[in-house]
């Protein structure tokens, strides 16, 4: 299993959680973004910058996807692809997404999206709490547990 993180909007925190999972397992983790991060040296760690624009991250890891391969992202339609290309999708919030629940939450994404678009006001996700990191770990070592 290698883990790819679309790692533009990840939280530090979560990408912390990362760093440590993949030291303690030796699994591969490649972060994708279209600026620099930072990750700590680590032969199994590393950083792929993409160019600028839109869907560029995303088209990058599902190009690179194989089936089994983990990716974090709390992009929904990515989480899609990944899980029809037969990868599994987490978010740094700890939801597992599945072919069972993902087509409803792109129905709530669109629709979120168009209340949005006709001027409604629908704010933004709550700031990443304890809970969100205490799931994400979770999810996180079961997965690296049935992987390994």
Known sequence: ???????????????????????????????????PLRVPPSPNVR????SSGFDVADNEIVKRLEA???????DIPLAAEVIAKGGI???????????????????MRDFMESMRASGVDTGGPPALG??????????????LGKAG
């Open 89 to 107: 999708a987490l978010s740094p919030r700890g939801e597992l997404h599945t072919k069972e629940n993902i087509g409803a939450r792109l129905n």
């Open 1 to 35: 299993m290698n883990i790819w993180v679309d790692a533009d909007a990840c939280p530090v925190a979560i990408r912390d959680i990362l760093f440590r999972a993949a030291a303690r397992t030796g699994v591969r983790l490649t972060l994708v973004a279209n600026q």
């Open 130 to 143: 304890q809970a969100d990191r205490k799931a994400f770990a979770g999810h996180l070592d079961r997965l």
């Open 68 to 74: 089994d391969d983990l990716v974090v992202t709390s």
């Open 47 to 50: 950083m792929l910058q993409v």
